[in-house]
Structure formats: C-alpha cells, structure tokens
T-cell receptor
Framework: QKEVEQNSGPLSVPEGAIASLNCTYS??????FFWYRQYSGKSPELIMS????GDKEDGRFTAQLNKASQYVSLLIRDSQPSDSATYLCAVFDYKLSFGAGTTVTVRA | GAGVSQSPSNKVTEKGKDVELRCDPI?????LYWYRQSLGQGLEFLIY????????KSGLPSDRFSAERTGGSVSTLTIQRTQQEDSAVYLCASSLGGVEEQYFGPGTRLTVT
C-alpha cells in the first residue's frame, strides 16, 4: 500500500467552479500535511500547509484535515485557468512523502 | 528574499561519467533535502541533512550516490558512474527544520546518454 494516495485524475472543471482534491495517508503518526502545485516543467510550489484537524483557508484555497480518517483534502474555489497544474499531497514524517499527484485542468 | 538555488539547471552527461549537482538553501534554513522526480513518476526522497547531524541517507538508490553539506549550508549531490536510469530532475528543498514547510529549488534536469 502506498503511503500517500491521491484521487486519480485528470480532473477537468469549468472556470469558476470548485475543484476538489482528496488524499489519504497510511502513517497515523504524521503531523504535518502540505499541498504543492506543480506546473509542467517546473518545481513544486508550496500552496498550503495544515497541522490541525479542521479547515484552513487561504484565499481561494481551503485545506481540510481529518487525522482520525487519515484524510486531507484541498478545495479550489472560483477555479481559474491559471490553476491548471498538478497538485501534490505531501505528508511529513522527517521527510516528505508525496502522492502521485492529481492533474487539474480548468476549462475557460 | 532569495529562494533555494540549484546548479546547473540542465546537465547532459555520458553513461559512466560522474556528475555533481549543487544546492544553495534559503539562508537560515537548517534542514536540506534532496528528491528525485523521474519522467511521469512521483517525487522520491533521496537524502536529508539537519544542521550538523549525520545525514539520513535511507533514500539513496545505490552506493553510486553520495551527498555532502559543507558548513551547514551548500550541498552537493554526486552521482558516480552514471547510468541511463539516473536521468531525472533532481530537486533540492530546504526548511527551517522539523515539521516546517519545505521550499523547493528549480531543480537540475539530468540526462544520461
């Protein structure tokens, strides 16, 4: 079983819609969770970090964490074409373990 | 401020040659990580430095790979006797340490011919 699993993509959403990305992890002791955005040919860019159960909002992004269910998600509200990228879920346990990523395409 | 920098941005080498990849972390960051991303593959952890402690080398794929970090700052990843399967983007990240956010450099694209 992979340590970090993300919902399979690609995910295509119309401009202005909500994109919902899901991630589950296997290590119960993990304490830190991150979402990275990676444009094609570029390195990962940190967009959200979350450490406690519940929701964390930053602009159009909302991260949700449920440690009991070992689940973390990312919502992108009012999706824009510039949000088209691969989104990587990462779980920290002295190193980052990454999911395979979900590719999001926002249709204009 | 300045982010993580890496050099070279691209490296083409012949099979069997040695290569050195350099990473300069964000000033003040004590933790430094190397990852590898192969075409169509996920990010793979290679090695981790925290301050002056011995590095965690558990992710290095073979003994052809080694890394050092001088003065708690700049790091060099060395691949000896390169093989075609070493072709990948090598990414360096740094953080304040512990569970803090990691910030990635632009990466070095290595192509072994």
């Amino acid at each position: 079983q992979k340590e970090v699993e993300q919902n399979s993509g690609p995910l295509s959403v119309p401009e202005g819609a909500i994109a919902s990305l899901n991630c589950t992890y296997s290590d119960r002791v993990s304490q830190s969770f991150f979402w990275y955005r990676q444009y094609s040919g570029k390195s990962p860019e940190l967009i959200m970090s979350i450490y406690s159960n519940g929701d964390k909002e930053d602009g159009r992004f909302t991260a949700q964490l449920n440690k009991a269910s070992q689940y973390v998600s990312l919502l992108i509200r009012d999706s824009q074409p510039s949000d088209s990228a691969t989104y990587l879920c990462a779980v920290f346990d002295y190193k980052l373990s990454f999911g395979a990523g979900t590719t999001v395409t926002v249709r204009a | 401020g300045a982010g993580v920098s890496q050099s070279p941005s691209n490296k083409v080498t012949e099979k069997g040659k040695d290569v050195e990849l350099r990473c300069d972390p964000i000033s003040g960051h004590t933790a430094l990580y190397w990852y590898r991303q192969s075409l169509g593959q996920g990010l793979e952890f290679l090695i981790y430095f925290q301050g002056n402690s011995a590095p965690d080398k558990s992710g290095l794929p073979s003994d052809r790979f080694s890394a050092e970090r001088t003065g708690g700052s700049v790091s060099t990843l060395t691949i000896q006797r390169t093989q075609q399967e070493d072709s990948a983007v090598y990414l360096c990240a740094s953080s304040l340490g512990g569970v803090e956010e990691q910030y990635f450099g632009p990466g070095t694209r290595l192509t072994v011919t």
